[in-house]
């Protein structure tokens, strides 16, 4: 009896000790628990603070993003103007030289023609009034074979006529195409602009056929200076296409061709083709060939930036549009369609310097 008694009370004291024990463990689990409401209280607030930095940054990295392109678009512009004004003065600079010279020579030919005739005149009347003439005149005449000289001396003329005539048009076009005086929009003659266009590019196309199917087309209210230098960005790709095909072909007989084609389409847009039978673009750098700094010619041949612009002032300049379209190894073509008034367009304006 007396050992029950000593077992139940051995039990109540372990009951006692393992009551503490689980006492003690429930205020420690208790403790964690708060412990650890406050750790993800901590935590949650730790990813919000993430979460406000990363739409931070993402804002930052968008800001970024556009003031690199605004940066790029102005950077693009600057070069192009430097570009473009260093070749107008060059190309006024020497239309200038050129026009007083040309003057000279051309405002006196008509008095050369008016002097010739009137002394083949004379020499005429001479021989039929004094048919028999001294020897020493008939050797002399027979020397500098007389007849030949009275055939060939107005052929002569006629032709410095004609090649000054050349030279006052080419000396005209080019001062167009520099229009150093005319900023802002003007209305003119899109087929002029790239006749001009050509004349200053005529020693380039010493080898290359360029066939002209210039379509009817109204005054159109653009930037011409800028206008004429797309259309010289383009035609000087279609040079290096060509003499790039050249150098890749062993055979002799491939032709340099550039087809140029204007057209009215019929929402007050002119439409302008510009094609050649150079390399072409392979299709994967198809949609590259308009992006700023993207050239697949060698270091100091370009720069990249000739169709970037051209697009810049198509698009941006004018709400025109600009595409292009080719065959590897057969040939490109270029389309610009631009509004006859781009001013009544909603267009946006590049930025000035
Ligand atoms: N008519 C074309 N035929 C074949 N490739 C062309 C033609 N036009 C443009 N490209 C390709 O597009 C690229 C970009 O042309 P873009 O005129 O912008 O620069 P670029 O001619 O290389 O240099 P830059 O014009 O500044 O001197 C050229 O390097 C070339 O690979
Ligand atoms: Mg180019």
Redesign the pocket.
Known sequence: MENQDLQIQELEKTIRILRKKLERSEKERSQIEAHMEAKEFLLKQVIAKLQESQQTLEQRSHDLEIALADLNAMQVQLIQSEKMSALGNTVAGIAHEINNPIGFIYGNLRYLTEHTQNLLKLLNLYERNFPEAPAEICLEREAIDIKFIEEDLPKIVQSMQVGSQRIRDIVLALRNFARLDEVGYKSVDINEGIENTLMVLQPKLANIQVIKQYGELPLVKCAAGDLNQVFM??F???I??IA?KNTNLTTQDFAGEISIRTQLRSDRQVAIEIA?N????PTK?MN????TF????VVG??????????RQIVAEKHGGNIE?D?QLGQ??T?TIQLPIDSQSMKCQELPRF
């Open positions: 960005n383009i000087l790709n279609a290096d296409a790039q050649d150079g390399v072409g673009i750098v590259k060939v308009f992006d993207f050239t697949t010619k041949k370009g720069t990249g930036l000739g169709l970037a612009i051209a292009v080719s040939g490109t270029f």
